[in-house]
């Protein structure tokens, strides 16, 4: 998610986005979370949300193994990024948050090209 662009200087504080997710594996729910964020300074400045970040990600991976995948995708967060992986369940769960869209696919497009099926994401995804 982008909270406005900045080729354009659009830093989106008269915005209000909701999302509610709500996962189910065979009719079972094995995750929900919502998301609401204004143009608040509580919501996008406070430290314990977004600390002024224009751009986060979610990234949620369920499958075998997700012991090895956790220090798999820990090993590729960068130094100094503002992004954290743990493993809750049946379920590896990734965030992050940047200052940019470019500095935000930065961090997540090797974890996602990590746990592609493929091993490789679509071209279109590369930087």
């Known amino acids: 998610m982008l909270l406005g662009r900045d080729a354009m200087g659009e830093d989106a504080r008269d915005a209000l986005f909701r999302d509610n997710w709500r996962i189910r594996r065979n009719g079972r729910l094995v995750h929900a979370e919502a998301t609401h964020i204004d143009g608040s300074d509580l919501s996008r400045d406070n430290p314990a949300l977004l600390a002024g970040a224009r751009a986060f990600a979610t990234i949620i ?3 075998p193994d997700l012991a090895r995948r956790l220090e798999q995708v820990r090993a590729l967060l960068p130094e100094g990024a503002t992004a954290a992986a743990s493993v809750s369940g049946e379920r590896l769960v990734i965030r992050a948050m940047a200052n940019s869209g470019l ?10 090209g990590a746990l592609a099926r493929a091993g490789t994401l679509p071209r279109l995804w590369h930087l």
């Open 103 to 112: 500095a935000l696919r930065r961090t997540i497009v090797p974890i996602l």
């Open 61 to 63: 991976h369920f499958g």
